[in-house]
């Protein structure tokens, strides 16, 4: 069974801090991994999509990488702003209708 | 490029009662997903649809959910009848099914609380 885990459920960092979230996946057979952002009350938004050949993806302060050898893949944001609060979620699709979410890393950036 | 709609945005009913929750995907993108969110919880895919056909509904309520996509672009979602633990999200998403490797534009969700 393919499930998909995020730790922490919470997080919170002063401005300006660099920060790892963390998503773990029990199957490493992945077509790809995307990583979300969801604002209270709002839906998903897309941040970075990574292909199951490539090693990492970035856009502007955030950098997503993938290691399916051990199953996990990271989303570091750099210089972390108050902006930056939401959830993060990952979502692992395993072909093209096989799609798993973590359940989420709850993000707070204090000013 | 307009994005995922859905509606109503808000919806209360009680248990037992039915509901109906639409979508419209973004223009040419064949492939359409509802997801339910529980609170806490990341989405769970309940059903996908490929132009007008369903792909997956295996984890579909088929007792008490059910989906259509007659014209393969807007979609519907009813529960009929409703039960306290459906109090969650409903999430559409779209993605093309060509290109951007599936990559899924969300809508912003119905937030559905059942008495």
């Known amino acids: 069974k393919q499930e998909v885990t995020q730790i922490p459920a919470a997080l919170s960092v002063p401005e300006g801090e660099n920060l790892v979230l963390n998503c773990s996946f029990t199957d490493s057979a992945i077509y790809n991994l995307q990583w979300f952002r969801q604002d209270p009350g709002k839906g998903l938004t897309s941040l970075l999509l990574i292909q199951s050949s490539q090693r990492e993806q970035t856009s502007g302060r955030l950098n997503a990488s993938l290691d399916k050898s051990s199953g996990r893949s990271t989303l570091y944001i750099a210089a972390s702003q108050p902006g930056d609060s939401a959830t993060y979620l990952c979502?692992?699709?395993?072909?093209?209708?096989?799609?798993?979410f973590g359940s989420g890393t709850k993000l707070n950036v204090k000013p | 490029e307009a994005g995922v709609a859905q509606s109503p945005r808000y919806k209360i009913i009680e248990k037992r009662q039915s509901v109906a929750f639409w979508c419209n995907p973004i223009?040419?993108?064949?492939?359409l997903y509802w997801y339910q969110q529980i609170l806490g919880q990341g989405p769970k895919l309940l059903i996908q649809f490929q132009n007008n056909g369903v792909v997956d509904d295996s984890q579909l309520p088929k007792d008490r959910f059910s989906a259509e996509r007659l014209k393969g672009v807007d979609s519907t979602l009813k529960i009929q009848p409703a039960k306290l633990e459906d109090s969650a999200v409903y999430l559409c998403?779209?993605?093309?099914?060509?290109?951007?490797?599936?990559?899924?534009?969300f809508g912003p969700g119905t937030r559905l609380t059942v008495t």
């Open positions: 998403a779209s993605s093309p099914t060509s290109g951007s490797f599936y990559e899924q534009y």
């Open positions: 979502a692992v699709r395993y072909n093209f209708n096989k799609f798993y």
């Open positions: 223009s040419g993108h064949a492939t």
